[in-house]
């Protein structure tokens, strides 16, 4: 059990399927009075029913007052976990683009315009973004999506370091492939790179639960990716090398 959950409100976006989905319901057997948000209402709907929480359906970048009146006036952790799995260059077209850098970063930014004037009065308040094993290294054949989930993970470095003292925390989840919808459609370079080692939602709620615990701003639900992340920063060319080989072992596939 971990005490800060206990009868804490909780907001998760994105919460309709897959990774939030499994994070409301761990919160809520925490003991957690859980917002369930989603784009998809009938699934954002379906899950608060099952955990007995609320549901607010709509984009994620706009729920903050409707979370909070649900939970009576406070949330205390906010869970950005809405996310976009869009592959592609930059051939990609400018709106695909935006909408990556729309509901990957700047959802957590609006969400903490309005979360942080409330957290800092009191003293309190935690903000998890999942971001991805993305945005500390790249997926090959996604460029908005290791590029937004970079800056996922810049702005919650940036809202720890300049928040810590005043009593916010912040985690960045960052797992790499997990078993979800978001998977299933990432094509033969999720099937490469991602399904191999592919663990299932609940294990990154756990991994969560963990982080919380341990008041770890970096949560890794695959350990390995913290040593890519070393190797990337220690010896950048071997890994853009090592990175490449699978690149190339993509395009010999298709
Ligand atoms: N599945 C993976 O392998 C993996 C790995 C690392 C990180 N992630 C990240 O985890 C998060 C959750 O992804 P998932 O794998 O559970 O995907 P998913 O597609 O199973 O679930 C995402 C949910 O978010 C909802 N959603 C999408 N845009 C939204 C918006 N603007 N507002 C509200 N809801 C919205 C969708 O309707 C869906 O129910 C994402 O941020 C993703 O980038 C996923």
New binding site residues.
């Given amino acids: 059990m971990v005490e800060v959950l206990r009868d804490a409100g909780v907001v998760v976006?994105?919460?309709?399927?897959?990774?939030?989905?499994?994070l409301a319901r761990r919160f809520a057997d925490e003991g957690a009075r859980v917002v369930v948000?989603?784009?998809?209402a009938g699934?954002?709907e379906q899950v608060a029913a099952e955990i007995g929480g609320t549901a607010v359906a709509?984009?994620?970048?706009g729920?903050v007052a409707e979370a909070r009146e649900a939970l009576g006036g406070t949330i205390d952790i906010f869970c950005?976990?809405?996310?976009?799995?869009t592959g592609g260059g930059p051939e990609t077209d400018d709106e695909v683009w935006l909408q990556a850098w729309?509901?990957?970063v700047m959802?957590h930014v609006r969400a903490t315009r309005e979360l942080l004037p409330q957290w800092l009065d009191r003293g309190s308040g935690r903000f998890i973004a999942?971001?991805?094993?993305?945005g500390l290294l790249t997926m090959i054949g996604a460029a908005p999506?290791s590029v937004t989930?970079h800056g996922?993970l810049a702005f919650a470095e940036w809202l720890a370091l300049t928040y810590r003292h005043r009593g916010i925390r912040v985690h960045a989840?960052?797992?790499?492939?997990?078993?979800?919808?978001?998977?299933r459609?990432?094509g033969a370079a999720?099937e490469l790179v991602?399904a191999p080692t592919?663990i299932e939602?609940e294990e990154?709620a756990e991994a969560v639960l963990q982080g919380i615990a341990d008041e770890r701003f970096l949560i890794l639900p695959h350990p390995e990716a913290g040593k890519y992340y070393a190797a990337r920063a220690t010896d950048t060319d071997r890994w853009i090398d090592s990175m490449n080989r699978l690149q190339q072992k993509l395009e010999h596939s298709g």
């Fill in positions: 976006t994105g919460a309709g399927g897959g990774i939030g989905a499994a948000n989603d784009l998809d699934a954002a709509g984009d994620a970048s729920i950005a976990n809405a996310g976009v799995g729309d509901v990957n959802a999942t971001v991805s094993a993305a999506y989930k996922a989840v960052c797992p790499q492939g997990v078993r979800t919808d978001m998977l459609a990432s999720g991602l592919a939602p990154v």
